[in-house]
């Protein structure tokens, strides 16, 4: 039986590479499953002087292995506390992932070709299966969140760039393999699609990873070009595009740049019906400019939201939990109304369905329009900016996650707080009472994890060992693993990447797929 395995491990090698870059995206089950089959395929094969010396002689996989040791060995110390088992629980397929493909030689350039294809297939029917999904099966069309049906939507976003990263190494940069016809077809729709799919995802993240690399790409393109004419047209379209972005984001920062000027003394106080309008305080939300607080008569919003919907109270909770009145006032100001009756009256049949669903203003009330995001964007931050209260703001969050993850690391500055990380981060939360409970959380930036779990000697390590990736990889530097590195670190800087399933998957196993696997450039 070892004798037949070790006569055909070549295939049965590729084919673990191929089944497992395939399914490794479709949810923790099937990353489990890799695990599995991954670590299985490991101990048939034997030979496990070879398999040590291959990872030895690797720096990149030294770099991966460094990191794994110090969040294991960190853990290792708290045994037997269940929080320590938890974390070694889960970053298992962290050392799983780069022991067995560290411990493997390099693929051939066509068996690399073919699983990359094979990924690309993947991740192209994974997002297309996850949208028609979400149009069909998810009513509440404000839950975007709810577009990642096997994973975090971010994660699916991280992935989804490497597929388009992929696509355009194989049409425009790849001279090693032929690409075939048909491939280019398929390829030329998946980044298509591709593309079309991170814009809508509406992640952050991800929108600034796809920024960073439709750069680099166009100015490698302009280095390249000896046509005079190729290279001022490649020009022209990146000055394009920078200005058109430019304009998309200056579009909805300009409302929250220029507000509304308020002259407190001309206001009016009454209604035209006699009601008393709520004491005008500038307050720190606007929308479309235009200020929130201003013009207010709850009695009236409240009688004329009765009359039209039926509803008990216009102070009844939404399905975010909190009150219509909220939406309302917040989708008038949008349309700047004012918050009485006659400006409720001019609200369409259309409107009132709006604000039903949580849409809070009337320039987006679809999910599909990218500028609605960044529109959020800048009102979180204004809000905050003005002192509004971050709970339940994605992006201001972070920054008092960040905040907490400091006192933490003040308090474990040398070897951090281990798999306590998060109970000493909630310790935090409570004593400061900015965040509700539900919105209490890790940090959301990779680097802050680890500096809460491993000290500042961990965080010093973890940042050492990814120059190192940058370095020791440059023989296998191309679009593909460039574009991993890039995607991975700007992930880093918004999420805790690795704390999860999916996240490990992505840095960790296509991260030794990429810089272990692929054969060197010739």
Excluded at 417 to 429: N, W
Aim: proline share 2%.
């Amino acid at each position: 039986m070892q004798s037949l395995f070790k006569r055909y491990s070549g295939l049965a090698d590729f084919i673990t590479l191929l089944v497992c870059s395939s399914a490794i995206i479709w949810g923790n089950f099937i990353i489990t499953l890799s695990c599995i089959l991954l670590s299985t395929f490991w101990i048939l094969n034997g030979n496990y002087t070879a398999s040590i010396k291959n990872i030895l002689s690797r720096k990149t996989s030294l770099c991966f292995l460094i990191i794994c040791s110090i969040l294991l060995a960190r853990f290792s110390l708290q045994i037997p506390h269940p929080d320590a088992l938890n974390a070694l629980n889960k970053y298992l397929p962290f050392f799983i992932f780069i022991v067995t493909l560290g411990s493997r030689k390099e693929a051939s350039h066509n068996e690399f070709h073919t699983i990359m294809l094979a990924y690309v297939f993947s991740i192209t029917i994974n997002t297309i299966f996850c949208l028609c999904n979400y149009f069909i099966n998810i009513s509440d069309t404000t839950a975007f969140r709810s577009v990642g049906f096997f994973m975090s939507y971010i994660r699916l976003s991280l992935f989804s760039l490497l597929g388009a990263t992929i696509c355009i190494y194989y049409l425009f940069y790849n001279k090693i393999y032929p690409v075939r016809k048909s491939e280019r077809i398929f390829l030329y729709f998946s980044l298509t699609w591709l593309i079309a799919y991170i814009l809508f995802s509406k992640t952050i993240t991800a929108y600034v990873a796809l920024s960073v690399l439709s750069g680099l790409f166009f100015i490698d393109q302009i280095r390249k070009k000896t046509s005079k004419k190729s290279r001022t047209a490649l020009i022209l379209a990146l000055c394009l595009s920078i200005i058109a972005i430019s304009a998309i984001l200056y579009s909805e920062a300009k409302y929250f740049i220029y507000p509304d000027k308020i002259d407190i003394a001309t206001l009016d106080t009454k209604t035209n019906s006699g009601n008393a309008y709520k004491p005008f305080t500038k307050g720190t939300q606007t929308e479309n400019g235009h200020w929130n607080n201003l013009y207010i008569c709850e009695e009236e919003l409240d009688s004329c939201w009765q009359q039209k919907t039926g509803m008990a109270s216009v102070w009844d909770l939404n399905k975010d939990n909190y009150p219509y009145i909220n939406t309302l006032c917040r989708y008038m100001t949008s349309k700047n109304l004012r918050k009485d009756a006659e400006g409720f009256a001019q609200l369409s049949d259309d409107d009132i369905e709006n604000i039903k669903k949580g849409f809070t203003n009337f320039r987006f009330t679809s999910n599909i329009n990218p500028k609605k995001r960044i529109y959020e964007a800048f009102w979180e931050i204004h809000g905050y900016y003005l002192g509004d209260n971050p709970d339940g703001h994605s992006i201001t969050q972070r920054w008092e996650f960040i905040k907490c993850a400091h006192k933490v690391i003040q308090k474990f500055p040398w070897i951090g707080a281990g798999a306590y990380a998060k109970t000493e981060m909630f310790k935090f939360y409570e004593k400061d009472n900015i965040l509700r409970e539900n919105h209490w959380n890790l940090p959301h930036n990779q680097f802050a994890l680890i500096g809460i779990t491993t000290g500042y000697i961990g965080l010093i390590i973890f940042i050492l060992c990814l120059i190192g990736l940058f370095i020791f990889s440059r023989k296998k530097w191309n679009a593909i693993t460039l574009g991993w590195l890039l995607i991975t670190v700007i992930s880093f800087f918004s999420e805790d990447t690795m704390n999860t399933f999916a996240g490990l998957a992505f840095s960790a196993y296509f991260g030794g797929l990429i810089l272990f696997v692929q054969p060197e450039n010739q």
